[in-house]
């Protein structure tokens, strides 16, 4: 019924990319610090950079239960996040001391690596079929390492990159940009806090309590987008419990406070001693500036991050060709 609805916008493509391209597994490209000069100058770099700035354009002042329009491949995209949440669900924690992450997540993970092809297969018509192995890399890439049981802002970065690709290969389209966030990403956010919780994952280079958060960093990025211009609620209502649980529903930023606050204990401004600092902070639209510099520097520019980034032929390694 949506093929009435769909008007591709001018300059999107509905034959993107062409057939003729060559997908290829990606792979890692920056294994020392001076490499990261390349990553920096990279179409990968630009495309990403411009992915999430072009979702933060598009959430800016909506809340989360705002009305948009809900494509088959966005339904597509939720019900393979629901298989991984369910799988949590028939994998349960084993007994083994309670400090270490719990490796019940290895046997959760081992069926994801196994089972991502035919997920991603789920999403992607087959004249793209072609595409899977590569796109299913990023998948497998954004849930946490099966090694350290941790996960990170690297995990996540991944994940938009999955998002991106898909993008790229047309199966996303410029007029699913708020169902990409709002219900893709936010229910990525819901399988990953599951994941956290029940097998106990480690932060990945966490940098403790001067991080942003130890997990995650998108959904500050664009959850700040989203109260921009807001009529009552200002940044430094978000260190209020009752404007939390008041707002939580409606704002991705809220959200990601209240599970702070769920797994942590202590005064806020110890445990998070950043966000408390950017509680100050007079107004969203600088917050959303100020998040997107730092992530920039503390995730996009920090080798101890990137080295784990995969490059192919949809996010690649060569520089930015102009034109």
Request: charge should be negative.
């Amino acid at each position: 019924m949506a093929e009435g609805e769909r008007q591709p916008p001018p300059d999107s493509s509905e034959e993107a990319p062409p057939a003729t391209q060559n997908f290829i597994i990606p792979k890692k490209e920056i294994h020392t610090v001076p490499d990261m000069g390349k990553w920096k100058r990279s179409q990968a770099y630009a495309d990403y950079i411009g992915f999430i700035l072009t979702l933060n354009e598009g959430v800016k002042g909506k809340k989360l239960t705002f009305e948009y329009r809900v494509s088959e491949a966005i339904e597509k995209l939720v019900a393979l996040l629901n298989t991984l949440d369910r799988w949590i669900d028939e994998t349960p924690p084993v007994d083994q001391p309670s400090r270490f992450g719990n490796k019940a997540y290895r046997i959760w993970y081992a069926k994801l690596d196994e089972e991502a092809e035919n997920l991603v297969a789920t999403v992607v018509p087959t004249h793209l079929a072609a595409a899977v192995p590569e796109v299913a890399v990023y998948l497998k890439e954004s849930v946490g390492n099966s090694t350290r049981i941790d996960y990170g802002t690297g995990h996540e970065a991944a994940f938009a990159a999955f998002l991106c690709c898909l993008c790229k290969i047309g199966v996303l389209r410029v007029d699913d940009q708020i169902a990409i966030v709002f219900k893709v990403f936010n229910r990525y956010l819901e399988v990953m806090r599951k994941l956290q919780k029940t097998y106990r994952m480690e932060p990945a280079g966490s940098q403790g309590v001067w991080g942003l958060d130890d997990f995650q960093f998108l959904p500050f990025i664009w959850g700040s987008s989203q109260l921009i211009d807001h009529p009552y609620l200002e940044p430094r209502h978000f260190v209020d419990e009752k404007a939390v649980n008041e707002n939580h529903k409606d704002y991705m930023f809220l959200e990601c406070i209240l599970f702070i606050t769920e797994m942590k204990t202590g005064p806020f401004a110890e445990h998070s001693n950043q966000l408390w600092n950017i509680s100050a902070v007079p107004s969203w639209s600088k917050v959303n500036q100020g998040l997107i510099r730092m992530y920039k520097a503390e995730c996009l520019e920090k080798f101890p991050v990137i080295q784990h980034f995969k490059f192919g032929s949809l996010l690649p390694i060569h520089p930015v060709t102009s034109g």
